[in-house]
């Protein structure tokens, strides 16, 4: 009898590691970052990449590992069938799985591997770190997850007021001030909007006095990293999530204040006048967070003298600046939708394809080079996955989506009726991420970013969980101990390949800036692009440098590689002309 309890401690060491590496993931994946200025977005891209995916590798064995020992310890008879662990498969994990796959053939097409294989890498770990804190919530670890992603969010917007309030260093941007750590202000703004909701009920169900004044401070520089991103996307996602729940809210409670009258006060306090109470706190700080964020002078240049008011005023301004853009990016990129409607033109390929079918009078494109997109990705994910997935995984995200938004609904009014306060908390909690997911990636990239996919997956996955019973015989599958070890083999496998591959960017990066600083040195250089041949960037260097010193041989290898990469580019067409033009052989 001495091995139940002992397998009962191993799986909850297990538990504890999987909840340890989740959380130093998240806080690492938003401070890491280059101070390789050329690199511009992926010197904040490609280090999150690389942490999200380390994070995801170890996350998962870590929670298989734990899964296994559990079934284990919870067990008289291990080694046995019943002693394999229940993996609940529901609808929302059948659509999740569709969205992959549909993306992995998509992947599989593109013209433009490379980028396909990173966008495909984010969506992979972002929702394989769902199914982890989704078995996390279930085993009963989801407050540990919750307060975990907060931590993270509260990070991000802690390093956008130390640039907005003048703190200076290298890893800052001050193109897109305030980003702090993330590089633009716009995906501080993300995940702020994405994780309000959560900081209001970690406020609510806050059991010592202690963490409730945790989270009325994290709220605060949350809630003023919001206002000074003037990012008008994160505001109506805020909004939407907000404006959203809390009439259902209102109702749900008032319900339950009505069967509790009359009845004595909890010893405990956790009534709702208690809760009450804490409402007022969460509300309390974010109206500070805002006062702040307007009065206090900070290091913001903006040339408007009432920057926040024309913000809110210019929200719904579709016919100049970034709407009317985004608009003509929208009806640009839904031909590429309509002209690939199966499988898009594989995922990170927008930026490869676009300048095809859009007018050169498009602000989208570079100015510099017109067959460029000035960003990476469009401005929306929806509009992303519809030209880069295809419409058969869009609907399927957007499907999964919607499933948990009709769980959160059917949890909610179900805790109304059993007079259940905290999970009508979380029901509404999930409810309202979600629909900031899907407001805020209406109009930016969301999901498609590295450090955003980590975190709001990772909450949307606990709260999920936490609203399930324990996995039962029906609706679930049994994984035998070969199983799992074939599982946590293709885990290590593909979260591997994803590692290395985001390493090997970090240091084609370092080489291209050594390289650069010192003169370029074209051995270095060719290190690099054999580091990293998928980089644009380098392999263009690359072959201007080769074809300055008349090695044109090489130059036309390096420069038909950067074509390859971005057909429309004009910049590797310039470099071949000028070798042709001067007639090297070299």
């Known amino acids: 009898m001495r091995s139940e309890p002992q397998s009962l401690a191993a799986g909850r060491r297990s538990y504890l590691s999987t909840i340890a590496v989740l959380g130093a993931g998240a806080i690492a994946t938003v401070l890491a970052a280059l101070p390789y200025k050329v690199f511009d977005l992926d010197r904040y891209a490609i280090p999150k990449e690389f942490t999200l995916h380390l994070t995801a590798t170890l996350a998962a064995v870590a929670a298989i590992v734990a899964l296994g020992r559990s079934a284990t310890g919870a067990n008289t008879r291990p080694n046995t069938r019943s002693a394999s662990p229940a993996i609940p498969l529901s609808r929302v994990d059948t659509l999740l799985i569709g969205f992959l796959l549909f993306s992995g053939a998509s992947a599989f097409l593109s013209q433009n591997g490379w980028l396909a294989a990173r966008g495909l ?57 305030p980003g702090g750590t993330l590089g633009n202000r716009n995906f501080v703004a993300h995940l702020a909007a994405i994780g ?5 009920v970690i406020i609510l169900r806050a059991r010592r006095i202690a963490g409730a004044t945790l989270g009325a401070m994290a709220i605060a520089i949350v809630s003023a990293a919001l206002v000074l991103s003037r990012s008008r996307a994160a505001w109506v996602a805020t909004a939407v999530a907000l404006l959203c729940v809390l009439p259902a809210a209102w109702r749900g409670w008032q319900s339950m204040r009505g069967r509790s009258s009359g009845m004595p006060r909890q010893p ?36 408007s003298p009432s920057p926040y008011l024309d913000s809110v005023i210019n929200v719904t301004n579709y016919r ?70 295809g419409v ?8 999964a989506l919607l499933g948990l938004i009709v769980a959160a609904a059917r949890a909610a009014a179900q805790a109304v009726d059993d007079g259940r306060a905290d999970r009508l908390l979380i029901a509404l909690a999930l409810a309202a991420t979600v629909l900031a997911i899907v407001a805020v990636g209406a109009f930016d990239a969301v999901l498609l970013l590295p450090a955003p996919s980590l975190i709001a997956w990772s909450i949307v996955g606990a709260l999920a969980g936490s609203l399930e019973p324990p996995p039962a015989e029906r609706g679930s599958i049994r994984v035998p101990v070969f199983m799992q070890r074939v599982a946590i083999v293709i885990v290590l496998v593909a979260g591997g390949a994803a590692v290395v591959r985001s390493a090997s960017e970090v240091v084609a990066m370092a080489l291209y800036v050594a390289a650069t600083r010192t003169g ?67």
């Open 392 to 399: 058969p995984a869009t609907i399927c995200l957007a499907l």
């Open 121 to 177: 890498a984010i969506s992979v770990s972002g929702i394989v770190l769902f199914w982890v804190a989704h078995s996390l919530a279930r085993a009963g670890w989801a407050r540990s997850v919750l307060a975990l992603m907060a931590a993270a969010i509260t990070v991000a917007a802690a390093t956008s007021l130390l640039q907005a309030y003048g703190a200076e260093t290298e890893l800052f941007s001050l193109n897109r001030s």
């Open 520 to 586: 370029v040195n074209d051995h270095t250089l060719e290190l690099a692009t054999r580091m990293d041949p998928g980089s644009y960037r380098i392999q263009l260097r690359l072959a201007e440098s080769y074809a300055h010193g008349r090695s044109c041989s090489r130059a036309r290898t390096h420069g038909a590689a950067a074509r390859a990469l971005f057909p429309t580019a004009a910049a590797p067409r310039h470099v071949l002309a000028e070798c042709t033009a001067a007639g090297g052989t070299r």
């Open 268 to 303: 405990s306090g956790e009534g709702p006048p208690s809760v009450s109470l804490r409402g007022s706190v969460a509300f309390a700080a974010i109206a500070a967070g805002i006062i702040a964020a307007v009065t206090l002078p900070n290091s913001l240049n903006w040339k």
């Open 196 to 200: 309000v909701p959560l900081l209001i």
């Open 320 to 389: 100049e600046g970034s709407g009317h853009g985004r608009l003509i990016q929208y009806a640009n990129t839904a031909r590429l939708a309509i002209s690939h409607p199966v499988l898009g033109v594989g995922p990170g390929n927008w930026a490869v394809v676009y300048p095809k079918v859009a007018p050169k009078s498009d602000p989208s494109l570079d100015t510099d080079d017109g067959g460029m997109t000035a960003n990476p990705w469009p401005s929306s994910d929806w509009a992303a996955f519809l030209s880069e997935r």
